[in-house]
Every structure is written in C-alpha cells, then in structure tokens.
C-alpha cells in the first residue's frame, strides 16, 4: 500500500495568521487541506463557510478535503464544486437519500465521501461502499476540535477495512478526531490511510515538523 496522507484541519489554525498557516501547509509535507464545514445545527458549533473557503482556495496549492457537518448538505454541493473543492464528504447522518447524493457530487466532478460518527454501525455503509471514493470515519463526537480521542476507533477501522476488501471496494479510509503522534503508526496499522490532524499539529512548536513526523509515523 503507497504511504498514508496527511490532511492538516484549518479549524485548528490562527485564523488571524490564516495566509500564514495555508502558506506553511503549502510548503510541508501535508496532502490535503481539511475544511470542517459546521452549521450549529447538526453539530453544536459554527465554524466558516463559503467566503472563507474562497480565500483559501485562492493560497492553497494542495486538494481542499471538504467535510460537511450540516443539515441538507445536497443544497450547497454546486457552491462548493464552484470553490474548488477536490472531496466532498457528507454525514450518513444527515442525508436522507444517501445513494442519489453520492452520485450528485460524483457527477459535479468532486471525489464523494461518507462521513460516520462514532456510534453509527459500520454496518450501515454495506450498500454504499463501492459507489463512494471515501469513508471519514470520526474517532470524536463531530463540532469541536481537541476532544480525546475514542479508543472503539480501531476496531471500526478494521471492520471497514474488511468490509472494503470483501466488496472490492476502492474506498480510502479517513479518519477524524484526536489524531496524535503517539497513535497514528495505530490508526494506520488498523487501516487509514489518510489521518485528519488539526490540534495535534497547530498547537505544536514546530507544525511542519509535525506534519512530517505524522506521514512517516509508522514506516
């Protein structure tokens, strides 16, 4: 398997210092920017939208991974093919008619992606697993950045990863919420291939030192 991708959360960043941040991004060893989308209404946050998005756009020079956590997220699919956005991924928790919005933002040209909470059975993915480009598997409850982490995660890694291979499957695997140094070489070993990281890498002395320690951990 090619090595594992590193998407750096911007919900982490200084967003005082944001063309700061997307530069050093620009310049680290990171694949993907992450962009958590919240509403305050399916998660008990609000975090940026569409003009933020477009700024970033504008200075980064890596795939902008986009993660909605709202409610009827089909309404706004167009708006953010129109920003630019390389992955588009939707809560199964949100959306109603699952299948018709995977192939919604497949034929707008972006990759589509399933989000799952924590407590959502993975199970539950078994009709949409060869239709999707990706699985983000939440290792937090969704809304806030810096929650701990919840150790279930490896076993809901496994399971995934089995189930993708029984299907044949192309899915990558993508998982959220309390990524660390200490247990990246883990997630990996049960399956990611690509780790979100916001708190883990701005809150650290040296972020592109980190970044680069998070995409050789466990080689």
Same mark, same amino acid.
């Given at each position: 398997? /090619? +090595? ?19 530069? @050093? ?11 958590? $989308? @919240?509403?305050? %209404?399916? $998660? !008990?946050?609000? /975090? ?14 890596? !795939? ?7 409610? +009827? ?11 630019? $956005? ?15 919005? $995977?192939? +919604? ?9 399933? %989000?799952?909470?924590?407590?959502? !059975? ?7 697993? =060869? ?8 290792? %937090? ?5 810096? +929650? ?32 660390? &140094?200490?247990?990246? !070489? &883990? ?26 320690? &998070? =995409?050789?951990?466990?080689?």
């Amino acid at each position: 398997m /090619s +090595q594992h991708l590193i998407a750096p959360s911007l919900l982490s960043a200084d967003f005082a210092n944001l063309a700061r941040d997307i530069e @050093m991004l620009n310049n680290s060893e990171a694949d993907w920017f992450h962009l958590d $989308v @919240m509403d305050g %209404v399916f $998660v !008990p946050n609000i /975090s940026f939208g569409m003009p933020v998005i477009k700024a970033i756009g504008k200075l980064a020079r890596k !795939p902008l991974d986009t993660h909605l956590m709202i409610v +009827q997220p089909e309404r706004y699919f167009e708006a953010f093919r129109d920003l630019g $956005v390389h992955t588009l991924s939707i809560h199964y928790e949100a959306v109603t008619h699952l299948n018709r919005a $995977v192939n +919604q933002i497949k034929e707008l040209g972006m990759r589509a992606s399933v %989000v799952l909470n924590p407590h959502t !059975p993975i199970a539950m993915l078994t009709d949409i697993i =060869k239709e999707v480009d990706m699985i983000l598997i939440m290792s %937090v409850n969704p809304g806030f950045g810096g +929650q701990k982490f919840i150790e279930g995660t490896y076993d809901r890694l496994r399971q995934l990863k089995k189930l993708i291979i029984e299907t044949g499957s192309q899915a990558l695997i993508e998982v959220d919420g309390g990524v660390s &140094l200490e247990n990246a !070489p &883990l997630l990996t070993a049960a399956g990611a291939d690509v780790l979100v990281a916001g708190n883990t890498v701005f809150s650290s002395a040296n972020p592109a030192e980190t970044i680069e320690k &998070l =995409k050789h951990s466990g080689n």
